[in-house]
């Protein structure tokens, strides 16, 4: 799944996300695009990580690089609902690095998750 700057959270998060009231999940896995510093996107993902954890309703943020793969990242982040979720995905100080992260990665997996029933 490619991402671009016209992309709207509210496009891309399925409704019986955005609505939920309960805890929400992304798993994600993304491709340092060709041409891009692996280094730069190192840093970038250090800034975005400590400022995501920061935010209302972070329950985890977590990025993992690929041992046998370098250039390929793993994204976890779970929320404490759905509204918390959008509003990190619009937050204005997060523009920068959301431009900077999907400009330089492409995404090959997005999946949405919920908790699973004991």
């Known amino acids: ?3 671009n700057d016209q992309t709207h959270p509210d496009d891309l998060v399925p409704a019986e996300v955005r609505t939920s ?3 929400v999940a992304i798993f994600s896995l993304a491709a340092l695009k060709p041409g891009s510093s692996e280094s730069d ?3 970038t993902l250090k800034s975005m990580t400590a400022a995501t954890r920061e935010e ?3 329950r985890q943020y977590s990025v993992h690089a690929s041992i046998q793969e370098p250039g390929i990242y ?3 982040e779970c929320w404490s609902t759905g509204a918390d979720l959008l509003a ?3 937050n204005p100080a997060l523009q920068t690095y959301h431009a900077q ?3 330089n990665l492409e995404m090959k997996t997005l999946e949405f998750l919920r908790p699973s029933e004991d």
Do not use: D, I, R, V
């Open 41 to 43: 996107m190192q840093q």
């Open 1 to 3: 799944m490619a991402s």
């Open 88 to 90: 990190h995905m619009k």
């Open 74 to 76: 793993a994204f976890y």
């Open 56 to 58: 209302q309703g972070c």
């Open 21 to 23: 009231t309960s805890p």
């Open 101 to 103: 992260m999907f400009g």
